[in-house]
C-alpha cells in the first residue's frame, strides 16, 4: 500500500503511444480504434489507483491523421495541466481553483446592494438576452 502519493495520478499516457511515430500503414491499420488518453487517479476512500480514460473529441471521423494528433497530443497536455496546475479531482470532478474563485464571486455578492446585484445579473446574462429585453 502507497503511504505517501507525491501526484494524485500516474501513467497518464496516450494510445495510440507514439502518435508522431505512426507510418501511414500503422495509421490505416489503428484508425477505426478508439484514441485516448488514460490515466490512474489515486482515491483516498477505496486506497486504490482507479483508471480513468478521456475520449472526447478523439475519435471523429472527420479529423485527417494531423488533426487526430494533434487532438490527442493537445488532449494529454490539457488532462496534464488540469491535473498538476489546477487540482482537478476525476473522481469528484472538482476543481480546488476554480471553487475558490466561486467562493469569492459569491461573497462578492453577498456584500451587495440590491441595486448592484441586479446591476451584476444584468451584465452576467447580456449576452442571452435578447435585443429587445436590453434597456
Known sequence: ???????PYK???T???NPDKLSAEDFKRIKCKDWY???RYW???????ILKVNKSGLNSSELS????IAQLKAKKKALKH????????????T???????????????????LIQAIDFAVKAKSDDLGAQNKT
Open 37 to 39: 488518453v488514460r490515466f
Open 65 to 68: 491523421a494531423t488533426e487526430r
Open 15 to 17: 494510445f495510440p503511444k
Open 11 to 13: 501513467n497518464l499516457e
Open 95 to 113: 476543481d480546488p481553483v476554480a471553487a475558490t474563485n466561486e467562493k469569492t464571486e459569491i461573497e462578492k455578492l453577498q456584500e451587495m446592494t
Open 1 to 7: 500500500m502507497v503511504n505517501a502519493i507525491t501526484k
Open 43 to 49: 482515491d483516498e476512500h477505496t486506497g486504490k489507483w
Open 82 to 93: 488540469k491535473l498538476e496546475v489546477e487540482g482537478w479531482n476525476p473522481l469528484t470532478d
